[in-house]
């Protein structure tokens, strides 16, 4: 498994915390949304590389994975457009964690089950079928590009990008052009969607390091369970046909049992 399919797992949850004798420690959580910083293939991500949680390469020309690694530490990974399995086998001896599979006409090899992460671009005007379909292959994340991300959100640009994240049960990353307010972080982070994803050639430093912060600040999002508690019978199974939050494990009823 990736170290970014954990990651995904655990936005939002309570690190675990070494306690010494007499020591209390103030709770520290995980952040309830990443920030996905783009790099070039150069590998180089600028002064608003300190702020990302983690690393996306631009694929090189023609659609090859990058070769290099960021110049920060971190974890990282690739977009590819075309790729081999030794391409693949090259990445991950290198260190990438994760690969976004950018077009429909990238290897087969790229949905190859050899520990890396994976991540597809979703196309503009996908259909309900379409959307099923990609649902249903071996991916740990969507990225929903083309969305006008202008802030504060409207009524209406909620409802588009509410109607995109609800074809899908898989983490969403949203690819933005600037930072939102902590009101629409809020409302972001229930619909839900996963990770901001923002090109650092071009993303001021301070704005970066704002966000953050506000991300930081953020509450955990509720489980879809504790919202169907109080909506009307009618209306639950609606609310539940698109959650993105795990399935329990169920565990034997012994009591039953006589």
């Given at each position: 498994?990736?170290?970014?399919?954990?990651?995904?797992?655990?936005?939002?949850?309570?690190?675990?915390?070494?306690?010494?004798?007499?020591?209390?420690?103030?709770?520290?959580?995980?952040?309830?949304?990443?920030?996905?910083?783009?790099?070039?293939?150069?590998?180089?991500?600028?002064?608003?590389?300190?702020?990302?949680?983690?690393?996306?390469?631009?694929?090189?020309?023609?659609?090859?994975?990058?070769?290099?690694?960021?110049?920060?530490?971190?974890?990282?990974?690739?977009?590819?457009?075309?790729?081999?399995?030794?391409?693949?086998?090259?990445?991950?001896?290198?260190?990438?964690?994760?690969?976004?599979?950018?077009?429909?006409?990238?290897?087969?090899?790229?949905?190859?089950?050899?520990?890396?992460?994976?991540?597809?671009?979703?196309?503009?005007?996908?259909?309900?079928?379409?959307?099923?379909?990609?649902?249903?292959?071996?991916?740990?994340?969507?990225?929903?590009?083309?969305?006008?991300?202008?802030?504060?959100?409207?009524?209406?640009g909620a409802l588009d990008l509410q109607e995109k994240v609800s074809m899908f049960t898989k983490h969403i990353f949203l690819e933005i052009n600037a930072a939102p307010s902590k009101e629409d972080l809020e409302l972001l982070r229930?619909?839900?969607?996963?990770?901001?994803?923002?090109?650092?050639?071009?993303?001021?430093?301070?704005?970066?390091?704002?966000?953050?912060?506000?991300?930081?600040?953020?509450?955990?999002?509720?489980?879809?369970?504790?919202?169907v508690a109080v909506l009307p019978a009618n209306m639950q199974s609606s609310s539940t046909a698109h959650s993105h939050d795990p399935e329990p494990d169920h565990q034997d009823d012994d009591d039953d049992e006589s």
């Amino acid at each position: 498994m990736s170290k970014l399919s954990d990651r995904l797992t655990n936005l939002g949850q309570a690190v675990p915390q070494k306690m010494g004798f007499g020591q209390v420690r103030e709770k520290k959580r995980n952040p309830v949304v990443l920030i996905v910083g783009v790099v070039e293939s150069n590998g180089k991500t600028g002064p608003a590389g300190e702020f990302a949680d983690i690393f996306l390469l631009r694929s090189k020309k023609g659609g090859k994975p990058a070769t290099v690694k960021p110049d920060r530490e971190g974890l990282w990974g690739v977009a590819i457009s075309d790729c081999t399995v030794g391409d693949l086998a090259s990445l991950k001896e290198a260190g990438c964690d994760f690969i976004l599979i950018e077009s429909e006409s990238a290897s087969g090899a790229a949905l190859r089950d050899d520990g890396l992460g994976r991540g597809f671009v979703v196309p503009d005007g996908v259909t309900e079928n379409r959307a099923h379909a990609i649902d249903d292959l071996p991916l740990d994340y969507l990225l929903l590009r083309g969305l006008s991300s202008k802030w504060p959100v409207t009524v209406g640009g909620a409802l588009d990008l509410q109607e995109k994240v609800s074809m899908f049960t898989k983490h969403i990353f949203l690819e933005i052009n600037a930072a939102p307010s902590k009101e629409d972080l809020e409302l972001l982070r229930d619909m839900p969607v996963s990770a901001l994803v923002v090109d650092l050639g071009v993303q001021d430093a301070q704005e970066l390091q704002a966000l953050k912060k506000a991300i930081s600040e953020l509450e955990p999002r509720k489980q879809r369970s504790e919202l169907v508690a109080v909506l009307p019978a009618n209306m639950q199974s609606s609310s539940t046909a698109h959650s993105h939050d795990p399935e329990p494990d169920h565990q034997d009823d012994d009591d039953d049992e006589s």
